[in-house]
Every structure is written in structure tokens, then in C-alpha cells.
């Protein structure tokens, strides 16, 4: 089984700052992982991925992640937050040679001006 | 561009009836999945198709079924609608890994049902 932990449901940061959503993870075999935004009103969208290779990935937004094996982590970062990030940002997770994605509950992104 | 369309944005049932959500894809996914989006629960997986005719029971099955005759097309079939049923739903489809490919799933709009 697989599942996905995000501890912060809410997180609320000064426009400019920087921001870690958390994200760990629980799977008894290789995994992969996602990191998906929502906008309001709007569907899900991959923001960036990690399937091998280097454990840091990048998005083309400034958003990064890095896998962390021994800690079963996956947090996304950005260093200079601005109003356009507020969304709804959600971690999952599939194994090696299982299609079914597995979605954390959530953490709303607020940017405060 | 992959695209995944959800037949409605919003639907409004009434509690016994018969619900269809209908979900289509145009990049020849072989994997389609039905999702419900909601506060504080975030995406629980009610079922998830790996071919035409193929589904497996997700997290939450209970009170749905689907199916999947194309493979361009996944239904979500509410047998008999009920209010704990009112929710988003999503739908999104992926190609299968081992092909060389990265993949990952691109999901639809979302339909929003209230049952009353």
C-alpha cells in the first residue's frame, strides 16, 4: 500500500518570501512523485515530477523538489513567492509497475501582499 | 496538447436517480482514472481503468461502478445518487510506463454534482 502525508493544510506567506510545502510519503517499494497545482476553479495541473535520475527537480515556475529516500520525503520549495502561486498544491505518489496515483490531502498556498 | 473532457461542469440530482458522469480523452491513454475532490479529504480514487473492459476498485468504490467499452472513453455511473455522493469528480488519464516515455496524468475541469 501507498500513501501520501501533507501536514499543513494551510499555509499563508508574505509575497516575496520563501515557501516549503511538506510532503512524505509512505510505499514498501520504488516510488514516484508528483507534485500537482490547482488554481481556482480549475482542474489539476502537473507542476513537476520525479521519476529518476537527479533526486532535485525544477518546474519552469521556480518552483523545486527534492527526493529524499532515507526521510521518504518529496517538499516543494520556492525561494520569492508572488500573488500568481496562490493555489492549492497536492503531492502523490505511484510505485514501479503500478499505474494507480495515490493524492495527499492538500495544501492551500495564501500570498499575502 | 492532451486533452481529458468531462461532459459537465455542474449537475444537480436528485437523490435515488441514476447518475452518468462521462469522461473522454484524445491521446490514446491507456489508463483512466475517476477521482472525488473533497475539503480537507483531498483526491480519493473511486475507480481506475488500465484497458478497455479493465477496471479496478480504487480507495472508495462504494455506491459508484464504471465503465469502460472505448478506449477513449471512462463513465462514472452513480447507481442511485445519495447527498454523501455530493462532491467533484475528476477525471484523468495517463499513459502506461515501461515504454520508454515519462508519463504522468493529465486530468479534466472536474464536474461538480450536488445531490438533493
Known amino acids: 500500500a501507498q500513501s501520501v502525508t501533507q501536514l499543513d493544510s494551510q499555509v499563508p506567506v508574505f509575497e516575496e518570501a520563501p515557501v516549503e510545502l511538506r510532503c512524505n510519503y509512505s510505499?514498501?517499494?520504488?516510488?514516484?512523485l508528483f507534485w500537482y497545482v490547482q488554481y481556482p476553479n480549475q482542474g489539476l495541473q502537473l507542476l513537476l515530477k520525479?521519476?529518476?535520475?537527479?533526486?532535485l527537480v525544477e518546474s519552469i515556475n521556480g518552483f523545486e523538489a527534492e527526493f529524499n529516500k532515507s526521510q521518504t520525503s518529496f517538499h516543494l520549495r520556492k525561494p520569492s513567492v508572488h500573488i500568481s502561486d496562490t493555489a492549492e498544491y497536492f503531492c502523490?505518489?505511484?510505485?514501479?509497475?503500478?499505474?494507480?496515483?495515490?493524492f495527499g490531502t492538500g495544501t492551500r498556498l495564501t500570498i499575502i501582499p | 496538447d492532451v486533452k481529458v473532457t468531462q461532459s459537465s461542469r455542474y449537475l444537480v440530482k436528485r437523490t435515488g436517480e441514476k447518475v452518468f458522469l462521462e469522461c473522454v480523452q484524445d491521446m490514446d491513454h491507456e489508463n483512466m482514472f475517476w477521482y472525488r475532490q473533497d475539503p480537507g479529504l483531498g483526491l480519493r480514487l473511486i475507480y481506475f481503468s488500465y484497458d478497455v473492459k479493465m477496471k479496478e476498485k480504487g480507495d472508495i468504490p462504494e455506491g459508484y461502478s464504471v465503465s469502460r467499452e472505448k478506449k477513449e472513453r471512462f463513465s462514472l455511473i452513480l447507481e442511485s445518487a445519495s447527498t454523501n455522493q455530493t462532491s467533484m469528480y475528476l477525471c484523468?488519464?495517463?499513459?502506461?510506463?515501461?515504454?520508454?516515455?515519462?508519463?504522468?496524468?493529465?486530468f479534466g475541469q472536474g464536474t461538480r454534482l450536488t445531490v438533493v
Open positions: 484523468a488519464s495517463s499513459l502506461t510506463r515501461g515504454r520508454g516515455r515519462d508519463t504522468e496524468a493529465f
Open positions: 510505499s514498501s517499494v520504488s516510488v514516484y
Open positions: 520525479y521519476l529518476s535520475g537527479s533526486t
Open positions: 502523490a505518489v505511484s510505485n514501479f509497475g503500478n499505474e494507480k496515483l495515490t
